[in-house]
């Protein structure tokens, strides 16, 4: 186990070998100059998930954008990890009490952004409101304390690199011996399906940074509730850097065949793939 509390912040850097920091904006894939591929997470696991999909989605545009209100569901989530953030670096500077109206700032800011950002400035009517979104938050953050373990670090960025790819990582939450992910869904709790590309998500993040537990925190709108699921499928360190090496060469090949998963049926671009047009 990595002993983050002994590592000071350039040190954490070091270990896991940071290079550069890209824009969060960014489409999250680049081939570099010498043939290495910048990764961003959930770039890396949709090309995994469907290469076609990956292509029309992520390579073939420059910037991503929130597609409002075909992706309201998206928003409601970085609301809400926006949220938890603020109550997480609150806590790690002791501001433990007066922190409500503060809060309700930090929700009401991310909605206009998102908003302007969307050119949607006219539909508020889109979201719900700030208090929902913060009684969901403060659910999230009593779920973490109760782990028991001592909150490393929240939302930062950090990258992998090895001779074939930099990986761009950004955990939600790392603990002293456990990384957490926040997810949020308008379904019930008592209806929850955990994807593969959630696990292979939390796999990769343990693996690189050498902790052994790792938790959903699922955020439900519609039981506005919370729940701690134990992540039981952890891959481990060799097939997840064998996996990134072998997703790597086959974009560096321009291998973008579409793969039958459990999103094809909503998917926006069926009237260009083989599978929808036999």
Same mark, same amino acid.
């Given at each position: 186990m990595?002993?983050y509390?002994?590592l000071?912040?350039?040190?954490?850097?070091?270990?896991?070998?940071?290079?550069?920091l890209?824009?969060?904006?960014s489409?999250? =894939?680049?081939?570099?100059?010498?043939?290495?591929?910048f990764?961003r997470?959930?770039?890396l696991?949709?090309?995994?998930?469907?290469?076609? /999909?990956?292509?029309?989605?992520?390579a073939?545009?420059?910037?991503?954008?929130? $597609?409002?209100?075909?992706?309201?569901?998206?928003?409601?989530?970085?609301?809400?990890?926006?949220?938890?953030? =603020?109550?997480?670096r609150? /806590?790690?500077?002791?501001?433990?009490?007066?922190?409500?109206?503060?809060?309700?700032?930090?929700?009401?800011?991310?909605?206009?952004?998102?908003?302007?950002?969307? *050119?949607?400035?006219?539909?508020?009517?889109? =979201?719900?409101?700030?208090?929902?979104?913060?009684?969901?938050?403060?659910?999230? =953050?009593?779920?973490?304390?109760?782990?028991n373990?001592?909150?490393? $670090?929240v939302?930062?960025? /950090?990258?992998?690199? *090895? $001779?074939?790819?930099?990986?761009?990582?950004?955990?939600d939450?790392?603990?002293?011996n456990?990384?957490?992910?926040?997810?949020?869904?308008?379904k019930p709790?008592?209806?929850?399906?955990?994807?593969?590309? /959630?696990?292979?998500?939390?796999?990769?993040?343990?693996?690189?940074?050498?902790?052994e537990?790792?938790?959903?925190?699922?955020?439900?709108?519609? $039981?506005?509730?919370?729940?701690?699921? *134990?992540?039981?499928?952890q891959?481990n360190?060799t097939?997840?850097?064998?996996?990134?090496?072998?997703?790597t060469?086959?974009?560096?090949?321009?291998?973008?065949e579409?793969?039958?998963?459990?999103?094809?049926?909503?998917?926006?671009?069926?009237s260009?793939c083989?599978?929808?047009?036999?």
């Amino acid at each position: 186990m990595l002993d983050y509390e002994c590592l000071d912040t350039t040190a954490k850097f070091k270990i896991m070998n940071i290079s550069r920091l890209l824009d969060r904006k960014s489409n999250g =894939f680049s081939i570099l100059e010498n043939n290495k591929v910048f990764w961003r997470t959930n770039a890396l696991l949709t090309y995994k998930r469907c290469p076609l /999909y990956f292509k029309l989605f992520i390579a073939d545009q420059k910037e991503q954008k929130l $597609d409002l209100p075909r992706n309201i569901a998206l928003a409601h989530g970085i609301i809400v990890h926006r949220a938890v953030e =603020f109550l997480v670096r609150a /806590y790690l500077f002791g501001l433990n009490g007066s922190t409500n109206q503060l809060l309700l700032e930090v929700i009401d800011n991310t909605i206009a952004e998102i908003l302007e950002e969307t *050119n949607n400035v006219e539909n508020k009517k889109l =979201f719900k409101d700030s208090i929902e979104y913060g009684y969901l938050a403060k659910k999230a =953050f009593q779920a973490i304390l109760s782990l028991n373990q001592k909150i490393i $670090d929240v939302e930062s960025v /950090y990258l992998f690199e *090895n $001779d074939k790819f930099i990986l761009k990582l950004t955990p939600d939450l790392i603990l002293s011996n456990a990384i957490v992910d926040l997810k949020t869904t308008s379904k019930p709790l008592s209806n929850l399906y955990i994807y593969d590309d /959630y696990n292979w998500q939390l796999s990769i993040y343990t693996s690189l940074f050498d902790v052994e537990k790792s938790y959903f925190i699922y955020v439900s709108f519609a $039981d506005m509730d919370v729940r701690i699921v *134990n992540n039981t499928e952890q891959k481990n360190k060799t097939e997840v850097l064998e996996t990134i090496n072998e997703l790597t060469d086959k974009i560096l090949r321009s291998e973008y065949e579409p793969r039958k998963n459990h999103l094809c049926r909503f998917c926006k671009y069926q009237s260009k793939c083989s599978l929808f047009n036999k």
